[in-house]
């Protein structure tokens, strides 16, 4: 192939699609040059994406361009056919995420639009020395509001104490007309972990015989093994909210407005503090969902906004009316290459809350821990007591719960608490 002439080369290539075009850059540096020609990829930009009677104006501006093909450096035409066609593809999906769900606020299809988009996520992974290894994942399991993502370590991960950072990009293949094993792809970074002040302070969550489960922060637990310290696995959970949007866009920023709506403390019944609010909360594993309850109508007296922080009782203790059976037992199943195990009084909490109007207002997911708690003797229960406690700047909730001699679970209590500041920074957005 190398003694054909050039023009002859290139008139070859002028006879393959985007896909096929694109396939044959990656075979050697010769053919990444020529298939990254300028007027080979213009003309397919034509072609395929100015080719309706919607964008005849497309098709007039880079026929005026025309002249200057050119003077734009190599790739350049390569580099507009994917991200248009990225593009285009993103409106397609955005409109069949669907109507919105009206217990948490979400779209129905977030994760048939994931699957569909082709959207995976990679870990890097940067020592010390500021070697990087970049992992593909090793499982996933989408929840009602939220996806676990796990990568496993083996051999390719430092010690814990040489992790110097964590980077997590959202990756997504660009379809062309044709299947194809080589696509090209976005990649969108996700979270941005800088792991010295987190292995510091991280909080030990469970254990079981092979390994030790730290949090470094609410959505990211490392599996470190018992033995030695290395790291087994880590897992990573996130929210839905936006999901969609911070796997996919790139190096953009993924920030949002909210929507402009009233200000707090301005109800009609000046008794109340805050009303109409909506918390949907589901307790799952690695394997099975334990508990999902939507609690509408919560309200904070004005007397009971202390210390800076509005409370929200979802379930009260007194009520046993309110109180909701765990369909199981509250552990967390894990695997890592040729071996597996679980740990006790572990699963994942994902937390959302709607206001008034109910826009999405604030949201939690997280590996959560459940510990012993001391509790006054009661008639309704005669069992362990365990608490379920998490903490941020913005939201809290405490969660309590009984284990009754039938190893049966009930959560007898639930409440959330929100900050002041985050309530009035929601409200005041662009008001």
Not at 30 to 45: E, H
Request: aromatic share 10%.
């Amino acid at each position: 192939v190398k003694r054909l002439p050039l023009e002859i080369l290139d008139k070859i290539l002028s006879y393959l699609d985007a896909y096929a075009l694109f396939n044959m850059s990656h075979t050697n540096k010769l053919f990444y040059q020529l298939a990254s020609n300028n007027v080979l990829w213009k003309k397919l930009y034509i072609a395929d994406i100015c080719n309706n009677e919607k964008q005849k104006a497309r098709i007039v501006n880079v026929q005026l361009l025309s002249k200057k093909t050119r003077d734009h450096a190599a790739g350049y035409w390569k580099e507009l056919h994917v991200k248009t066609v990225a593009h285009c593809e993103m409106k397609k999906w955005k409109r069949l995420l669907g109507p919105i769900n009206s217990h948490t606020g979400l779209p129905s299809q977030t994760e048939q639009v994931l699957r569909n988009l082709r959207v995976t996520w990679e870990l890097t992974v940067t020592d010390m020395s500021g070697r990087e290894s970049t992992l593909e994942l090793s499982w996933s399991r989408f929840s009602e509001t939220s996806l676990t993502l796990c990568w496993c370590g083996g051999d390719r991960l430092p010690n814990y104490e040489e992790i110097f950072s964590l980077q997590l990009h959202g990756v997504r293949r660009i379809a062309f007309s044709c299947p194809s094993l080589k696509k090209p792809s976005e990649r969108s970074l996700v979270a941005n972990l800088d792991m010295q002040p987190l292995t510091k302070c991280a909080q030990v969550i469970g254990r079981d015989q092979f390994v030790l489960l730290k949090l470094l922060q609410p959505g990211i637990i490392i599996g470190l093994w018992r033995d030695g310290g290395s790291v087994a696995f880590i897992i990573f959970t996130l929210h839905f909210y936006k999901l969609v949007e911070r796997s996919t866009r790139g190096s953009h920023d993924c920030s949002y407005v909210e929507p402009i709506v009233q200000p707090p403390f301005d109800d009609i019944d000046p008794e109340y503090g805050l009303h109409g609010y909506k918390l949907h909360i589901v307790l799952h594993n690695t394997v099975c969902k334990l508990m999902s309850e939507s609690f509408s109508q919560l309200f904070c007296h004005r007397a009971h906004i202390s210390d800076g922080w509005i409370q929200l009782t979802a379930i009260s203790r007194a009520d046993s009316s309110q109180h909701i059976q765990l369909s199981g037992k509250p552990v967390l199943p894990w695997q890592c290459e040729a071996l597996q195990g679980t740990v006790e009084n572990c699963c994942i909490m994902s937390l959302t809350l709607l206001d008034e109007f109910g826009n999405q207002f604030g949201r939690v997911t997280t590996p959560i821990s459940m510990e012993p708690e001391e509790a006054a003797v009661s008639y309704d229960y005669d069992g362990e007591h365990y608490l379920i406690q998490h903490e941020d700047s913005n939201i809290q909730a405490k969660m309590q719960l009984v284990k009754m001699t039938a190893k049966k679970y009930f959560v007898v209590s639930l409440v959330v608490y929100v900050s002041v500041l985050f309530v009035n920074k929601h409200f005041s957005r662009d008001y």
